[in-house]
């Protein structure tokens, strides 16, 4: 099956920095990407997802990269607010996108 | 739209015990799923469904039973809880397809098993 791996598993920025999270994939297969904010005792809430046949994705202060020969793909956050301390989580599927898999989480905390 | 609901939000069980996790939803979606997630390991997928009358195991199936009678629900059975079933308990929904793939998660069901 597939296995994603996610880094870091916790990052401390200052407001108004940038945070980057990065996940990588093992199934060349693998064709959507998405990402899931969770604030604490929340239910996981979609941010942004990319397909592979898109490098990048932008929505507002949040972007998304894919590069799929190295099978990585990583969440850019530029101008950090505390709002935007959670934890984020990667995902992965394939085909008609009914099994995802998760990678392990990182724990943003964004410093005022 | 209530959305994706489940319940109980909090259970305590016993070794040995038996009980189900119930999971609804009104968006007339056809893909339900069930993920648990401990700490410093995310969400694993438990089951799946694609429709009613079909589920599938995902990564970590085994103590867990799940069926499909409806659209709307997928109930998630523990047979005989261990204590290694603590974690938090999510269902998530989504049209299906390869368009609308957003999936929506429930609010959680938290399970202690002493």
């Known amino acids: 099956g597939e296995n994603v791996e996610q880094h870091p598993s916790t990052l401390s920025v200052q407001e108004g920095d940038s945070a980057v999270i990065k996940c990588t994939y093992s199934d060349s297969a693998s064709n959507y990407f998405p990402w899931y904010k969770q604030e604490l005792g929340k239910r996981p809430q979609l941010i942004i997802d990319?397909?592979?046949?898109?490098g990048e994705k932008k929505d507002q202060r949040i972007a998304v990269t894919l590069n799929k020969t190295a099978k990585h793909f990583s969440l850019h956050i530029t101008e950090t607010q505390p709002e935007d301390s959670a934890v984020y989580f990667c995902a992965a599927s394939k085909g008609n996108f009914n099994k995802f898999y998760f990678g392990s989480g990182t724990k943003l905390n964004v410093k005022p | 739209n209530a959305g994706v609901t489940q319940t109980p939000k909090f259970q305590v069980l016993k070794t040995g015990q038996s009980m189900t996790l119930q999971c609804a939803q009104d968006m007339n979606h056809e893909y339900m799923s069930w993920y648990r997630q401990d700490p410093g390991m995310g969400l694993r997928l438990i089951h799946y469904s694609v429709g009613a009358g079909i589920t599938d195991q995902g990564e970590v199936p085994n103590g867990y039973n799940v069926s499909r009678s409806t659209t709307e629900d997928f109930p998630l059975r523990l047979l005989s809880a261990a204590p290694s079933q603590t974690s938090v308990y999510f269902c998530?929904?989504?049209?299906?397809?390869?368009?609308?793939?957003?999936?929506?998660f429930g609010p959680g069901t938290r399970l202690l098993v002493l």
């Open positions: 990319i397909r592979s046949n898109v």
């Open positions: 998530a929904s989504s049209y299906g397809g390869r368009e609308l793939v957003t999936q929506y």
